[in-house]
């Protein structure tokens, strides 16, 4: 149920609609899973109406499939969903390192340190929390570093979409070992300041992740996701 005392300054179907939409994202709600309505409110402490609302809102951005005389469902994740999102992040994020690179302050740089090492810490320790935490940050931050306002709204974009792969694809730890060795290689290339050296290294940390998924997705991800 959800604390409405912490939240009671804002409207009861925006709450609603973001604890939903939280818990698909971040797989507590499961691809192909089916949204009764009546289950929802009473798990929320909610009425049916908001829960309707958030329904059909999430319907729009593409995380529930409505479906006649069947009800609602989390959307699946397919593979292409992932390589689609994956193209888009490769050309973004290639982007961002190459203008950080000319952009970043000196208080930044310690920040980007930071959160480098602590991605290095969570990965060692098979923090799956923490992994995410870390990757999400340490992606946003270089973003940030543009100050590009509409680079930072479609990358904030396409991180929420990317978020409910990271609970599929760091599933395994194994596969993810040598992830803190390519933040390190775009880290370096940031902060030596050289733009095309740091749009490759994030370029290629992105394709070498896509290359995984066609290659592999079929069989690695079979019972997480549809085809």
Do not use: W
Request: charged share 30%; aromatic share 6%.
């Amino acid at each position: 149920m959800i604390n409405f005392d912490l939240q009671n300054h804002r409207p009861l179907r925006e709450i609603v609609y973001e604890e939903l939409k939280n818990q698909i994202l971040m797989g507590e709600i499961a691809p192909g899973t089916r949204m009764m309505e009546i289950e929802l409110a009473e798990e929320m402490g909610v009425s049916r109406t908001p829960v309707r609302e958030a329904i059909r809102k999430l319907e729009k951005e593409g995380l529930v499939t409505i479906e006649p005389r069947k009800g609602a469902y989390a959307s699946d994740v397919s593979i292409k969903d992932m390589v689609d999102v994956l193209e888009v992040r490769e050309d973004l994020e290639g982007m961002a390192a190459a203008l950080a690179a000319g952009k970043i302050t000196e208080e930044d740089k310690e920040s980007l340190k930071k959160i480098t090492d602590a991605y290095k810490k969570a990965v060692a320790s098979q923090d799956t929390e923490e992994i995410i935490k870390c990757d999400e940050q340490f992606h946003q931050l270089i973003v940030n570093c543009t100050g590009n306002k509409t680079l930072i709204q479609l990358f904030s974009q396409v991180q929420e979409l990317a978020l409910r792969f990271r609970y599929i694809y760091y599933d395994d730890m194994s596969r993810y070992k040598n992830m803190p060795a390519d933040h390190r290689k775009i880290e370096e290339a940031i902060l030596s300041g050289n733009s095309v050296k740091a749009r490759v290294a994030a370029g290629e940390h992105v394709n070498k992740l896509k290359k995984f998924v066609v290659d592999q997705g079929e069989s690695i991800f079979h019972s997480n996701i549809v085809e």
